[in-house]
C-alpha cells in the first residue's frame, strides 16, 4: 500500500499507511460535519430551526452571526452537551457521542466560562485533555490520576505546551496567567486530547499580539494536518483573511462558503436583522 507522511509538531514526521491516517485530507469519503433539517431549544421557542449544513474536513471554518444566533447552542450540539429535538447530526460520518467516546471532538470555552481560581496547574489543564485517551487504557490505568498517567500521555502534554510556546509555564497556576496565555494552554489541551474536530469559542477575544500570532500560526499547522477547526468569532477581516469557509448562522444558515461570498453586505445585513455589523458599515 502506498505509504504518506504526515508532519507532526516541530518537524517530527511519521510515514503511514493511507489507511491509517486519522488527520488526512481527502482521505475520508465522509464530511466532518453534516447537519440535516436540525432543531434546537431550551424549552422554549427554537434557538436553532432548519440547520442544514455539510462542512468538509481539513480545513479552518469561521462561524459568524450575532449575539443569540445559536452558534453556542450548534457547539453544544456538535461536542454531545445538547441534543437536538429534531433533524440529523453526524459527525465524520458518526454519531456525536460515538465520537465524543473517541475524544474526537475537542472543545477551547470562551474564557469566563471558566473557574479561573480553581488550584490546578497549567501540566494538570493540560493532561485534562488526555483523560479520554487514558480512559480507553482499561482497568487499572484508567483509575490513576492524571498525574500517574503513562509517559505517552505526559509527551502528548509536553508537545501540545510547546506548540504554543507555553513549555515554560507548566508548574504555574491557571490563575496566574495572562488572558492571552490562557488561551494559548486551552488549545494546547485539545491538541494533546488528539482530537479531530477543535472547537473554538472567540479563541482571540482579549487576546494579545504576540499571543494571536501563536494562537493562527498553530492554526494552520493543525489545519495542515488535517484537523477540522470551527471558531465562532466577531472579528470579520480576520474571518476574511485567515478562514478557509465561512458560516453565516442566524438561527439556521444565512450563508456558507468561501469568506469574500459569505461575508458580504447582503448577507451580514440579513443575518445581523438590521442591527450593528461588527467591523462593516451598515448596508
Not at 453556542?72 to 441534543?83: A, E, H, I, N, P
Not at 477581516?237 to 478557509?244: H, I, L, T
Amino acid at each position: 500500500m502506498r505509504n504518506s507522511t504526515i508532519t507532526m509538531f516541530k518537524g517530527e514526521t511519521r510515514d503511514l499507511p493511507v489507511s491509517d491516517l486519522r488527520f488526512g485530507r481527502g482521505v475520508e469519503e465522509s464530511p466532518a460535519i453534516e447537519a440535516e433539517n436540525i432543531a434546537a431549544t431550551y424549552g422554549g421557542p427554537p434557538v436553532l430551526h432548519n440547520l442544514n449544513l455539510r462542512l468538509p474536513g481539513g480545513e479552518l471554518i469561521a462561524l459568524i452571526g450575532p449575539n443569540g444566533a445559536g452558534k453556542s447552542t450548534f457547539f453544544k450540539l456538535l461536542s454531545g452537551v445538547m441534543r437536538p429535538i429534531e433533524g440529523r447530526l453526524s459527525v465524520m460520518g458518526q454519531e456525536v457521542g460515538q465520537q465524543r467516546a473517541q475524544s474526537a471532538i475537542a472543545y477551547v470555552p470562551q474564557e469566563e466560562s471558566i473557574d479561573w481560581d480553581f488550584p490546578i496547574s497549567v501540566r494538570e489543564v493540560i493532561l485534562a485533555g488526555r483523560f479520554g485517551r487514558m480512559r480507553q487504557e482499561g482497568f487499572p490505568g484508567r483509575l490513576f490520576p492524571p498525574w500517574f498517567a503513562r509517559r505517552e500521555h505526559h509527551d502528548a502534554a509536553r508537545r501540545a505546551l510547546d506548540a504554543v510556546e507555553m513549555l515554560h509555564c507548566e508548574t504555574r497556576p491557571i490563575g496566574a496567567l495572562s488572558g492571552g496565555q490562557k488561551k494559548r494552554v486551552f488549545l494546547a489541551r485539545a491538541l494533546a486530547q488528539d482530537a479531530r474536530i477543535l472547537l473554538l469559542d472567540e479563541p482571540l477575544a482579549g487576546v494579545d499580539a504576540r499571543s494571536a500570532e501563536v494562537i493562527f500560526n498553530v492554526f494552520h499547522r493543525a489545519r495542515n494536518e488535517g484537523r477540522t477547526l470551527i471558531l465562532v468569532t466577531h472579528d470579520l477581516a480576520s474571518a476574511e483573511k485567515y478562514a478557509d469557509r465561512a458560516v453565516l448562522i442566524n438561527r439556521t444558515v444565512i450563508a456558507e462558503g468561501k469568506p469574500s461570498e459569505v461575508l458580504t453586505l447582503e448577507n451580514l445585513a440579513q443575518a445581523f436583522e438590521g442591527g450593528y455589523i461588527p467591523g462593516r458599515r451598515s448596508a
